[in-house]
């Protein structure tokens, strides 16, 4: 099974956005790290992860895939000769008459991206060469992705960087921004701006400015799936094989 990191993608996103609509000597920073000083930028952003929420059920995706291919034993590597039809992807698990129990792709060495090469499994095994498959199920979910972004400066430009924010990402412009990354992160909406206090490292209190930003990511999640080849339809005579 694999899993599309979502959250990394929409901290990424995020973190391209603001460096795009705040001024560059503002320094954006990734929250929930330990023991770390505060930087020592005079105008800083900490962006920190809150909520991750459904927003629809799953749309699944099978993905097939049918090759020739053999097996070596060590290393372990699959050399793949033909692909009749679809994608091999990594952590797929290998179908076939013969193949050992979880038996998956680790990653491909050479050839063709997903097609014709060689690939580590994670088994090693001697097996001919013969018809294989690697088919796979994709479940995709859609979410919302919440991010705090907190606003420190030493200039009291803190509420201004926070409404920059707040307006373009509830813009056209903002939207943009984040589609021309090809990171399948979307804005939604960026709540009001708030003055909230913390405490510091040497237990004052002091003011920073915060709202917080929601995304949508869709979540890919693939699990293996085997396909029929063909189906035989045949007739069944119900009264003789279920009686009454």
């Known amino acids: 099974m694999t899993v599309t990191p979502t959250q990394d993608a929409a901290q990424i996103a995020l973190g391209n956005f603001l460096a795009q609509v705040l001024p560059s000597s503002v320094e954006i920073i990734a929250g929930n790290d330990n023991r770390v000083p505060s930087p020592r930028a005079s105008s800083f952003v900490i962006m920190t992860p809150l909520r991750f929420a459904r927003l629809r059920t799953n749309i699944d995706t099978p993905e097939d895939v049918r090759f020739t291919g053999s097996i070596a034993a060590s290393p372990a590597v699959l050399t793949v000769t033909a692909v009749a039809f679809g994608t091999i992807n990594e952590g797929a698990s290998v179908f076939g008459t013969g193949v050992a129990a979880n038996t998956k792709i680790v990653d491909q060495l050479s050839g063709t991206p997903g097609g014709v090469g060689t690939y580590s499994v994670s088994v090693g095994q001697t097996l001919a060469s ?91 999640v693939r699990v293996p799936q085997q396909f029929a080849d063909e189906a035989v339809v045949g007739i069944v005579d119900v009264d003789a094989a279920y009686p009454p």
């Open 130 to 220: 013969q018809t294989l498959s690697a088919g796979q199920n994709v479940l995709e979910q859609g979410a919302e992705v919440t991010f705090q972004l907190d606003f420190h400066t030493l200039d009291n430009t803190s509420a201004d960087l926070a409404q920059t924010v707040a307006t373009t990402m509830r813009d056209p412009y903002g939207v943009q921004v984040f589609a021309d990354q090809n990171l399948g992160v979307v804005p939604l909406y960026a709540d009001d701006p708030r003055q909230v206090p913390f405490i510091n490292e040497n237990q004052q209190y002091e003011w920073r400015w915060v709202l917080e930003a929601s995304m949508q990511v869709n979540q890919a």
